[in-house]
């Protein structure tokens, strides 16, 4: 069990990014703009964030065109969803549920 | 760095609300084109078979562009997850269509009428049902609008029925879909 949440994760943005990228399914990318409706952030909040999780080989993040605009979408590599589910089993030995 | 358990507790909140909101966009986007071809193969139905009666044979082409239209989507959309979604939400068409021809047969003769108001009362009491037992809850105000529709118009409308499932039924499953795609 961890002993220290992950610092990547233990930000209440970020923590929504990867929640919402963790409820699909495993090939599925999610698209920047519904994104941040879910986390409800702005933009550069959000592409910050988008950006540090990246870094950190959490998240892998597709830049494409589509119907001629350009279009961002992110989903959980197998280290965050593995660094994810160590985040909520951490939170979970606190309110004494493992 | 620490973490008092009224925190943790409210993290784990926020990361099941995030989940939970994250998968209902999924499963409303997935749903969303199903409703809109089927409501245009539904308006193109209803509304030919209203204005000309005698080529109500029109529906089977509806129904097999309707069926092609489906499997590709659900192929398609199985490619780009790892889930068989697209492949249940397509085979439980054809359980319903099953079902109807199974009902007719076992209730039948029934009127034009009957049969045009059957089908969308089923289709709408599956979309209630995906509401209520999948985290789509779209599809239940969904459903319940069009079993609503579908009844008041087979018993107020009578004469004019088919135009009005044109309208609601058709018209409602596009406006359903594009809602769904909003989600």
């Known amino acids: ?98 | 760095m620490s973490l008092s358990p009224a925190e943790a507790q409210s993290a784990l909140k926020d990361i099941e609300r995030t989940e939970q909101r994250s998968a209902a966009s999924q499963h409303h986007r997935h749903s969303a084109p199903y409703l809109i071809l089927w409501g245009v193969m539904w308006a193109i139905g209803y509304a030919v078979t209203a204005s000309a009666p005698t080529i109500s044979w029109t529906w089977a082409p509806l129904i097999a562009i309707g069926a092609i239209g489906s499997i590709l989507l659900a192929r398609r959309q199985s490619r780009a997850q790892n889930e068989g979604f697209g492949w249940r939400y397509f085979a439980s068409f054809a359980v319903i269509a099953i079902f109807i021809n199974a009902l007719i047969a076992v209730m039948g003769p029934i009127t034009y009428n009957q049969m045009s108001a059957l089908i969308p009362l089923v289709i709408g009491v599956y979309y209630a049902l995906i509401g209520l037992s999948t985290r789509g809850w779209r599809m239940l105000p969904l459903g319940l609008a069009l079993i609503a529709l579908t009844t008041i118009g087979y018993f107020m409308l009578p004469e004019h029925f088919l135009y009005w499932m044109a309208g609601v039924g058709g018209g409602g499953l596009i406006l359903g879909g594009l809602w769904l795609r909003s989600a």
């Not at chain 1, 979408?73 to 493992?98: M, N, P, Q």
């Open chain 1, 1 to 98: 069990m961890t002993e220290q949440p992950d610092p990547m994760i233990h930000q209440p943005v970020r923590l929504k990014i990867m929640s919402a990228l963790k409820a699909l399914p495993d090939k599925e990318l999610l698209e920047f703009v519904r994104l941040k409706s879910l986390v409800g952030a702005t933009e550069g909040n959000l592409g910050a964030h988008i950006s540090s999780l990246e870094t950190a080989g959490y998240i892998e993040v597709a830049k494409d065109f589509h119907h001629n605009r350009p279009r961002t979408r992110a989903k959980l590599t197998r280290a965050g969803r593995r660094a994810f589910e160590d985040y909520v089993t951490f939170l979970r030995s606190i309110i004494g549920e493992t």
